[in-house]
């Protein structure tokens, strides 16, 4: 399709044979691709003289600096053609720019077949985002530069894996985006693969900063952390002797070592040392493991004195302690008569004592028991001689003191008051007398002794005095006195007695 030609500046004239064109307003020209114009062909010439002279045309406009002059072909007459208006080119898309180089490259850790490493984003990533990183790596003195990831990585932190112990690796990483590839990241020296040394320690726990103490028997399991990279050598010596392996199995991981005893003994006491070595660094602990059992009895013991009821014994350390201090001693007595053991002293410190409040006329043997951290001697040291306490003279000389005169004439503490009874119905006259010696009573009615009769029951209890008359009849009322008396007096109490018929109604007479 051919292109249009281009409009005709407002003030460009065309020479004409007939007459100059008529002027008109050009259009604005439309924006058009960036394509190289056509040539603009003029009109046909008419007769008229080759060119017209440049001091008729009126001036015109000056055309912009940027627009060329439209081409005249080769045959065209050289009739002055119109100047074209120049298309101006579209407005290119922006740009892609690629990212700035990845910043804080370093390494995080290196062992023998691996290098970690990790760095931060770049400070100017693009306008197109950013797609990933590329990690490079070539030997020292090489400069071959190989991709060690196949595919882009997004994470900020790479291990390359797979390498050879002991080369030294340059590295770098270079982001990606739409734009390209940014400056790489480089290391400024070579990366050796080989693990890293970190001094070695041991933190042994708490229990073994001091005396760690067993019971002969019992088992021994102590884990004892460490640090150290790469994995530390681990010795372990006893009394600065290499340890039995047959007493003692010891485990080593990359963290820890475990030291076992399956069954310990009073051998395996000592110091032991730990010593962890990298390289020529080293680090070392000890502690001393005792194992402790019962102690022996004591070496020998002997009554000093005797004096009263006291007794003073005295003994000595026994030769086996148990491997441990010796913490206290019991002391026991025994009566020769019954043989039984009866503890007199218990956790007691010295080598002498006083057994005291021992029984007059008896004898005793004593014996004496060590003591330890795991408890009482089984076996004790006893006295070869026995100790009697002797039996002394005394004269007892009661106290001289008064004796009391309880003696007493007769006196009644209650008075006996009249009673009135019905014919029939048995009735208790009551009073209470003191007196000592014990007073003797009497009875009487109407001042006459009423002896043993039957019809009376006399009683004296405590000094409580009663006379009981069973069912009295009409003669029975009248003075009824009982009388007291003793070596030192008498005493008399009296109570009238009256005895009434029982009512008879008229209705039971009929």
């Known amino acids: 399709m051919p292109a249009k030609p281009a409009p005709i500046k407002k003030g460009a004239k065309v020479v004409k044979k007939e007459a100059p064109p008529p002027k008109s307003k050009p259009k604005p020209a439309p924006e058009a691709p960036p394509v190289e114009a056509p040539p ?21 406009e000056a055309a912009p600096a940027e627009a060329p002059p439209a081409e005249v072909p080769k045959d065209a007459p ?25 910043l804080e490259l370093t390494v995080e850790d290196v062992s023998d077949v691996s290098v970690t490493i990790q760095w931060r984003p770049p400070a100017n990533i693009g306008n197109a985002g950013l797609n990933g990183y590329t990690v490079e790596c070539c030997k020292e003195g090489t400069g071959d530069w190989k991709a060690v990831n196949d595919e882009l990585s997004i994470s900020c932190r ?12 340059n590295i770098r990483v270079v982001a990606v985006n739409a734009g390209g590839r940014s400056p790489p990241a480089t290391f400024p020296d070579a990366v050796l693969v080989r693990e890293v040394v970190a001094r070695p320690k041991i933190r042994p726990p708490r229990s073994l900063r001091q005396r760690y103490v067993v019971n002969v028997g019992e088992k021994v399991n102590l884990v004892i952390p460490f640090t150290g990279k790469p994995q530390p ?3 372990w010596t006893k009394d600065g002797q290499p340890i039995d392996t047959k007493r003692v199995n010891v485990r080593n991981s990359d963290r820890d070592s475990i030291f076992f005893i399956r069954s310990s003994e009073r051998a395996d006491s000592g110091v032991y040392e730990m010593c962890i070595k990298v390289d020529s660094f080293e680090d070392k602990a000890q502690w001393t493991l005792q194992i402790i059992e019962l102690p022996g009895p004591p070496t020998g013991i002997k009554i000093v004195d005797t004096w009263g009821f006291n007794v003073a014994l005295e003994w000595t350390e026994p030769k086996d302690n148990g491997n441990t201090t010796i913490t206290g001693y019991t002391v026991q007595k025994a009566d020769k008569k019954t043989g039984d053991w009866f503890t007199v002293l218990e956790h007691y410190h010295r080598l002498n004592a006083t057994v005291s409040d021992l029984i007059m006329g008896n004898t005793y043997t004593f014996r004496v028991f060590a003591e330890n951290k795991c408890g009482i001697s089984k076996d004790a040291t006893v006295t070869k001689t026995s100790a009697t306490i002797q039996k002394t003279g005394i004269n007892y000389k009661p106290p001289d003191y008064k004796e009391r005169d309880f003696t007493e004439a007769p006196k ?5 008051p009249d009673r009135c009874t019905t014919v029939g119905y048995s009735t208790k006259l009551l009073c209470s007398v003191r007196g000592f010696p014990k ?23 405590q000094g409580i005095c009663s006379l009981e008359i069973r069912k009295p009849g009409n003669f029975d009322g009248g003075v009824y006195t009982c009388r007291a008396i003793n070596e030192h007096g008498e005493a008399a109490v009296t109570c009238k007695l009256e005895v009434k018929q029982p009512v008879i109604l008229d209705a039971d007479k009929k």
């Open 439 to 461: 007073p003797k009573i009497q009875w009487m009615k109407n001042q006459m002794i009423i002896g043993d009769d039957p019809k009376y029951r006399q009683l004296n209890n």
């Open 40 to 60: 603009v062909e003029a009109p046909p010439p008419a007769a008229a003289p080759a060119a017209a002279p440049p001091a008729e045309a009126p001036p015109a």
């Open 78 to 102: 050289a009739a002055e053609a119109p100047p074209a208006e120049a298309i101006k080119a579209p407005t290119p898309p922006p740009s892609v720019e690629p990212p700035s180089e990845p």
């Open 233 to 235: 050598v681990i010795t």
């Open 158 to 169: 790479y291990v390359i894996k797979n390498q050879t112990t002991g080369d030294r690796l």
């Open 412 to 416: 009644f503490t209650t008075d006996m």
